[in-house]
Antibody, heavy 127, light 107 residues
Framework: QVTLRESGPALVKPTQTLTLTCTFS??????????VSWIRQPPGKALEWLAL???????YYSTSLKTRLTISKDTSKNQVVLTMTNMDPVDTATYYC???????????????????WGQGTLVTVSS | DIQMTQSPSSLSASVGDRVTITCRAS??????LAWYQQKPGKAPKLLLY???RLESGVPSRFSGSGSGTDYTLTISSLQPEDFATYYC?????????FGPGTKVDIK
C-alpha cells in the first residue's frame, strides 16, 4: 500500500526558510522509475507544481521558483525534503507531495503524472 | 513553460447529465496529459493519464480524448459524487503545469 505524508511547520514568518518533509511507504526511491514531487495550492486557487526528484537523483524545478527551491531525498529513511527560502505571504498554501512512476523494470512506462498524493499540509506565512 | 487553459472555468449540471471539460495546451503535448478530480479539503485524485487511459478503480463513466494541443474530459452520466473541481496536467515537458481547474457543481 502506497502512502505519503507531509510534515513541517504550520506557520512561518516572512523571509524565513520553509522545510517540508514527505515521508512515504509502499515504494522505494531507489527503484528505477520512481519519482516524488511537491505541488502546492493556495487557498481557493489552482494547483502549482514546484519540484520533482527521481530515483537517479535528477531534480526538476518550477521555472518561477527555482532560485528559492531545493529538493533532496534520503532513500534510507524513505523521505523527500523540500526547502523554500525567503517565504512570503503569497506562499501561503497547502503543500502536497505526490508520487510518479516513469519506468517499470527498466522499461519506460507511465509518465510524470501523480498517482498517489499525501493529504497535504497547510503552511501559513505571516508575521 | 507550456501554459494550460481549461474551459469552462465552472459549470452547473444535474445528476445524469453528460459533462465535457476542455483543456488546451500552448503547444503540442503528444497526449502527455493527466486529469485529476479534487473535492474540497482533499488531495487531488488521478482519473486519467496519457489523455485517455483510465486509472485503475476509476469508473468507466469518465473518459478522455484529444490530441496535439486540445483534450477533453467527459463524464457520461454525472453522479452525485462527481461534483468537484477537475484539473488537467501536462507532463510532455519536465516543467509540469496544471490547468486552472473547472468546478462542477449542482444545478
Amino acid at each position: 500500500q502506497v502512502t505519503l505524508r507531509e510534515s513541517g511547520p504550520a506557520l512561518v514568518k516572512p523571509t524565513q526558510t520553509l522545510t517540508l518533509t514527505c515521508t512515504f511507504s509502499g515504494f522505494s526511491l531507489s527503484t528505477s522509475g520512481m519519482c516524488v514531487s511537491w505541488i502546492r495550492q493556495p487557498p481557493g486557487k489552482a494547483l502549482e507544481w514546484l519540484a520533482l526528484i527521481d530515483w537517479d537523483d535528477d531534480k526538476y524545478y518550477s521555472t518561477s521558483l527555482k532560485t528559492r527551491l531545493t529538493i533532496s531525498k534520503d532513500t534510507s529513511k524513505n523521505q523527500v525534503v523540500l526547502t523554500m527560502t525567503n517565504m512570503d505571504p503569497v506562499d501561503t498554501a497547502t503543500y502536497y507531495c505526490a508520487r510518479a512512476i516513469t519506468m517499470v523494470q527498466g522499461v519506460p512506462a507511465g509518465g510524470y503524472y501523480f498517482d498517489y498524493w499525501g493529504q497535504g499540509t497547510l503552511v501559513t506565512v505571516s508575521s | 513553460d507550456i501554459q494550460m487553459t481549461q474551459s469552462p472555468s465552472s459549470l452547473s449540471a444535474s445528476v445524469g447529465d453528460r459533462v465535457t471539460i476542455t483543456c488546451r495546451a500552448s503547444q503540442g503535448i503528444s497526449n502527455s496529459l493527466a486529469w485529476y478530480q479534487q473535492k474540497p479539503g482533499k488531495a487531488p485524485k488521478l482519473l486519467l493519464y496519457a489523455a485517455s487511459r483510465l486509472e485503475s478503480g476509476v469508473p468507466s463513466r469518465f473518459s478522455g480524448s484529444g490530441s496535439g494541443t486540445d483534450y477533453t474530459l467527459t463524464i457520461s452520466s454525472l453522479q452525485p459524487e462527481d461534483f468537484a473541481t477537475y484539473y488537467c496536467q501536462q507532463y510532455y515537458s519536465t516543467l509540469f503545469t496544471f490547468g486552472p481547474g473547472t468546478k462542477v457543481d449542482i444545478k
